[in-house]
């Protein structure tokens, strides 16, 4: 059953790579590069899972995690985090904003596949 998606990813190679996979799995995708729009778009796409890069110009992915995390509409959304500066402790303050999981760029296309379908699953917690 395809499960809507929504991408943000300021990077237009990984944001098209990041699509077409889930495109190829079967998914209804939306990519988002500018992430003063994600709030806007998230609303009006209402994805059963968001995809988000924590290093956006203007605005953190974390803060845009927490504004998620706020909206009633999509505070039980799972998040699946990724990130290319992956520093110690970067990864508790990625769970602590609220996402579900993480990974590090550059991202191999098994991984990504396997933590969307974890985070798909009905079986996983939305807020876990």
Request: proline content about 6%.
């Amino acid at each position: 059953m395809a499960k809507r998606i929504l991408v943000v990813e300021d990077n237009d190679l990984n944001r098209k790579l990041f699509c077409d996979v889930l495109r190829a799995g079967g998914h209804e995708v939306e990519g988002c590069a500018d992430g003063e729009a994600v709030l806007r778009t998230a609303l009006k796409f209402a994805p059963d899972l968001v995809i988000m890069d924590i290093q956006l110009p203007n605005i953190s992915g974390l803060d845009l995690i927490l504004t998620l995390r706020k909206n009633p509409a999509l505070q039980d959304v799972p998040i699946l985090a990724v990130t290319a500066y992956a520093g110690k402790g970067d990864e508790e303050q990625i769970r602590g904003a609220g996402a579900n999981e993480y990974l590090s760029k550059p991202v191999s296309i098994g991984p990504f596949r396997m933590a969307v379908d974890r985070l798909l699953s009905p079986a996983s917690s939305p807020t876990g």
